[in-house]
């Protein structure tokens, strides 16, 4: 697998693992090991992408189920190691202006 070094600046658009980096966030983390992937899914490699540069394709995540709660319990247990636990998360290069990690919120609720 190649390596890919981040540039300052550079913003990437989580394809998948949004639970996994706001979990790392949370928990202080300030990067993440990721798969970059150009705009046909083919890996530009992996490296390490900080925190603030990664942007989310959703303003929420459900918490609503016990079935979403499980899985967020899972993903917030392995964010507590000083060492994340997580295959990497995958992500593009990206311009557009999206959700900013730090800005996901958590739908949270009764299921209907």
């Given amino acids: 697998m190649n390596s890919f070094i981040h540039e300052a ?19 202080g983390h300030d990067q993440i090991t ?24 959703k303003r929420s995540i459900r918490r609503i189920t016990s079935s979403d709660q499980n899985r967020w319990e899972r993903v917030i247990e392995g964010a507590s190691h000083a060492t ?10 990206t311009k557009k202006r999206l959700t ?12 209907q």
């Fill in 34 to 57: 990721a798969e970059i992937v150009d705009g046909s899914g083919i890996s530009l490699g992996n490296g390490y992408i900080p925190l603030d540069a990664l942007l989310s394709p």
């Fill in 9 to 27: 600046g550079n913003l990437y658009l989580i394809m998948d693992g949004v639970r996994r980096a706001k979990a790392a966030q949370l928990h």
């Fill in 100 to 111: 900013r990690l730090v800005d996901v919120e958590f739908e949270i609720g009764e299921q």
């Fill in 84 to 93: 994340l636990p997580f295959p990497p998360i995958v992500v593009q290069p």
